[in-house]
């Protein structure tokens, strides 16, 4: 039933009790309401906060469609009734419940372990500063029914999320996600059953797990990784670490000395978290200037490596500074290179065949993850985007007797050990900081081992960006142009286009002959469901009649959101999604050379970047 929002603001107001101790969000609405503010109230009030990758985020102020007490605790209690429905004993099994140092962060957490106390759970409760990794380990290592960490990783100061892992450890993915979503709705519609966050530390159902669970963190990765602690303790090699304000300076510390590593050069400023991250404009790593401090430290004390992890340390970054005096910043698949041929050499070493190690990375990676493993001979697959698809593949492929070796995503994340079924950016540091250890007792750099695999599997040069669309409407219309060609009125000139008729479906495929000049070879669109190889073989303005058996993709295929993908015979791969959580029109672009030549990679990269501008997103006409 459509309310008027006058409605909606006292109904929210009769939810967000005098008592719930956040006079900020119930005095918000009735500042908004005195004043007759009803598009700011629509904003907040009309729309309910969506159950999307992995959980919850969104920015921490008044109103359903944001996180705040109400929200959480109204999250939390249809979180456990489908919880307590979906998994056996779960109850008894328990939930995890851990949070960062945000705003709000801790009484978010508190409120949470609440909600399942009041639902007969035992919880098992981080309660000081924690890092994302922490949760998942625990989940798995305690055969927990569920886990929950609040935290919004690197998104900016005002914002909180709430990220849920299943019985196995891993993200939720669907159908999970979808019967969650579910049963949060449902509990939507019920008032909070308690705002009581004093004494949950103290419940007789609330276990600390703090020192039980990070000794055994620790040990799991150093038990597993640690190549040879002795030789690590004698490196000579210096790096400067930044944890961004977050949290996860003593956890590298401590991980660090559990690999025998020599400890960090810290950067002052940025070691305390702080939830307002007042030295960045941006905590995210990955950002232009967010390393700039740690350089500096680097500089001045003459150290040639810097080392971040992003503020719940699940992410990890680096940079390696250049014989001419500049710093090379790795790219998140250089990372993944890296970091999949410093595992494989592990498991050679443990004695595990080739064969046997499984390695994934998501659609919008690189492709050098796959040429590795047809050239080595282990096992690779590609997934859709996000943690959650990926450690569940492994997972798959681990029950298939397969050594679960490595997966990441081009976002600077990675899962280095299976006791992590999530990107852990502290294991990865250790991981890291190891195998520079290690190059440098040989007299190499990171760099030089990068290029030595540039060498044999081919030079792969990539340009990830994205547009701001902040209207639905035109992201659509642009999508469909990309789709079907542009409409009747539509007076620009276009590219030669292929016509894929589905009679199932009544319409016309008539995506791009080229991009940049460069013949497309396959295409996927997981939003109309077409799938299709070696595509410039068709003939030339021939229709070609299709049914949806052979043309269906291998992925899940999704009509709430966009998402196609090209690949061109010069060796180009290109992605456009758009993105879950922002107004983005997102963008994953790569060009591989076979013979290793940089200024031919590098030409073709910029002609497709240009194409992607001009050709398919028209950013000009469109005034993105």
């Not at 409120?111 to 035992?122: E, S, Y």
Request: glycine share 8%.
């Amino acid at each position: 039933m459509f309310l008027p929002i006058a409605r909606l603001a006292e109904r929210w107001l009769s939810e967000d009790k005098v008592d719930s101790r956040d006079p900020e969000t119930r005095g918000q609405i009735e500042s908004l309401l005195a004043a007759n503010d009803e598009d700011t109230l629509e904003k907040l009030l009309r729309n309910r906060i969506e159950f999307g990758t992995a959980g919850l985020r969104a920015r921490m102020e008044a109103g359903y469609s944001r996180l705040n007490r109400l929200t959480v605790i109204t999250a939390s209690q249809g979180l456990a009734a489908y919880v307590a429905k979906a998994v056996g004993g779960a109850q008894q099994r328990g939930v995890v419940v851990g949070h960062d140092h945000r705003h709000n962060s801790a009484a978010f957490a508190r409120l949470t372990a609440r909600a399942f106390l009041d639902r007969g759970f035992h919880v098992y409760l981080y309660p000081g500063l924690g890092l994302t990794p922490e949760v998942p380990f625990a989940v798995k290592r305690l055969g927990a029914a569920c886990g929950v960490m609040i935290t919004a990783s690197h998104n900016p100061k005002d914002d909180n999320g709430y990220k849920v892992y299943w019985e196995n450890g891993a993200q939720i993915c669907p159908p999970v996600d979808e019967a969650i979503a579910q049963s949060i709705g449902e509990n939507q519609q019920m008032e909070p059953q308690s705002w009581d966050e004093d004494g949950v530390e103290a419940d007789p159902n609330v276990e600390d797990v703090t020192q039980r669970m990070m000794d055994a963190y620790f040990e799991a990765a150093a038990g597993g990784l640690a190549a040879d602690r002795e030789a690590n303790s004698r490196t000579e090699l210096r790096y400067v670490y930044t944890p961004m304000h977050g949290v996860g300076a003593p956890f590298a510390a401590r991980m660090l000395a559990a690999f025998g590593l020599p400890p960090f050069v810290p950067v002052p400023d940025q070691m305390s978290p702080d939830p307002d991250f007042p030295s960045v404009a941006f905590p995210n790593p990955e950002e232009k200037g967010a390393l700039d401090m740690a350089k500096a430290v680097a500089d001045a004390q003459g150290i040639g490596l810097v080392l971040a992890n992003d503020p719940d340390a699940d992410r990890f970054a680096a940079a390696e500074k250049q014989p001419d005096g500049s710093w090379l910043a790795f790219t998140g698949d250089q990372l993944g290179t890296i970091f999949a041929a410093a595992v494989l050499a592990m498991a050679r070493s443990a004695g595990i065949p080739d064969e046997r190690v499984a390695m994934v990375n998501s659609t919008v990676s690189s492709r050098m993850l796959s040429v590795m493993a047809q050239t080595e001979g282990f096992r690779y697959t590609d997934t859709l985007t996000g943690f959650k698809y990926m450690a569940n593949e492994l997972l798959i492929l681990q029950r298939q007797g397969l050594f679960v070796g490595f997966g990441y995503e081009e976002a600077i994340g990675y899962m280095i050990h299976d006791h992590v079924l999530d990107k852990d950016g502290v294991t990865a540091l250790a991981v890291f900081v190891q195998l520079a250890a290690q190059l440098h007792a040989q007299g190499k750099s990171v760099a030089e081992y990068l290029e030595d695999k540039y060498a044999r599997y081919g030079y792969f040069v990539s340009a990830n960006s994205y547009f701001v669309c902040p209207d639905p409407v035109k992201t659509d219309h642009i999508f469909s142009r990309i789709r079907y060609g542009p409409s009747a009125e539509q007076t620009s000139a276009d590219v030669q286009r292929f016509e894929f008729v589905r009679s199932e479906y009544g319409d016309t495929l008539r995506y791009p002959r080229t991009i940049g000049g460069f013949p497309v070879s396959y295409i996927r669109d997981l939003t109309t469901g077409f799938e299709m190889r070696d595509v410039d073989k068709v003939p030339a303005e021939t229709p070609l009649r299709v049914t949806l058996d052979e043309c269906r993709p291998t992925f899940p295929v999704s009509g709430s959101s966009h998402m196609v993908t090209f690949e061109t015979r010069n060796g180009g791969r290109l992605t456009m999604r758009t993105s879950g959580t922002e107004p983005k029109l997102k963008y994953y672009l790569e060009v591989r050379n076979q013979d290793n030549d940089r200024a031919a990679a590098a030409r073709d990269l910029v002609a497709m970047v240009n194409a992607v501008a001009c050709e398919l997103v028209q950013a000009t006409e469109n005034g993105l």
